[in-house]
């Protein structure tokens, strides 16, 4: 148990649609991570948030957004859903670089 | 931008040794990490090298030439609980998020 939790674990919905994920990072850890790995692809970095703060932002959609509340845990919006958004979608967090970052056990998304 | 590139795929029986091979394209480096990934798991964390050199962690080591901007991962007395993906990562600064790549799947076999 890396003490990253993500919720919900697994959702199933509908083009157009809007859904939101969320993570609590683990106590004490204040940069959170958000990554996409969709079907035989690598993680691929979609944003970084530190201490309620936008830190860094990778390959993510301009449907999709997130942020990161004073309690430190975040959300990931992802709306205008379309088929090739399914993917499962890691939070991961980290108290300061070292290159360990630890990862939950992700929200996998169907979009039908 | 980064790019990172590894093997796709390997395998090898149990008891053996395996490298995993990484080169990486950066516009700044801090270090490289290397995460394992059990089939719909969550990545976990394996071994870090920020300096050049071998760090050894267990059955696992891994290695970092920066002027090479090379590294790998050594996995030795392979088990078959080793079968997994493995992905290098790299982050170009302190507090930036890891960029990874497209991972190397290990098929272990007795």
């Known amino acids: 148990d890396s003490g990253v939790t993500q919720t919900p674990k697994h959702l199933i919905t509908a083009t157009g649609q809007r859904v939101t994920l969320r993570c609590s990072p683990r106590?004490?850890?204040?940069?959170v991570y958000w990554y996409q790995q969709s079907l035989d692809q690598g993680l691929q970095f979609l944003i970084q948030y530190y201490n309620g703060e936008e830190r860094a932002k990778g390959n993510i959609l301009e449907r999709f957004s997130a942020q990161q509340f004073p309690d430190l845990h975040s959300e990931l919006n992802l709306s205008s859903l379309e088929l090739g958004d399914s993917a499962l979608y890691f939070c991961a967090s980290s108290v300061v670089a070292s290159g360990e970052l630890f990862f939950g056990e992700g929200s996998r998304l169907t979009v039908l | 931008g980064q790019s990172l590139e590894q093997p796709s795929e390997v395998t090898a029986v149990e008891g053996a040794i395996v490298q995993i091979n990484c080169t990486y394209q950066?516009?700044?480096?801090?270090?490289l990490s290397w995460y394992q990934q059990h089939d719909g798991g969550a990545p976990t964390f394996l071994s870090y090298?920020?300096?050049?050199g071998l760090e050894e962690t267990g059955r696992f080591s891994s290695f970092l030439s920066r002027s090479d901007s090379y590294g790998y991962l050594l996995l030795q007395e392979l088990q078959m609980k080793d079968s997994a993906s493995y992905f290098c990562?790299?982050?170009?600064?302190?507090?930036?998020?890891?960029?990874f790549g497209k991972g190397t799947t290990l098929s272990v076999s007795s």
């Open positions: 106590s004490g850890d204040l940069s």
């Open positions: 990562a790299v982050s170009n600064q302190a507090g930036t998020a890891l960029i």
């Open positions: 090298n920020g300096l050049d």
């Open positions: 950066t516009s700044g480096f801090y270090g």
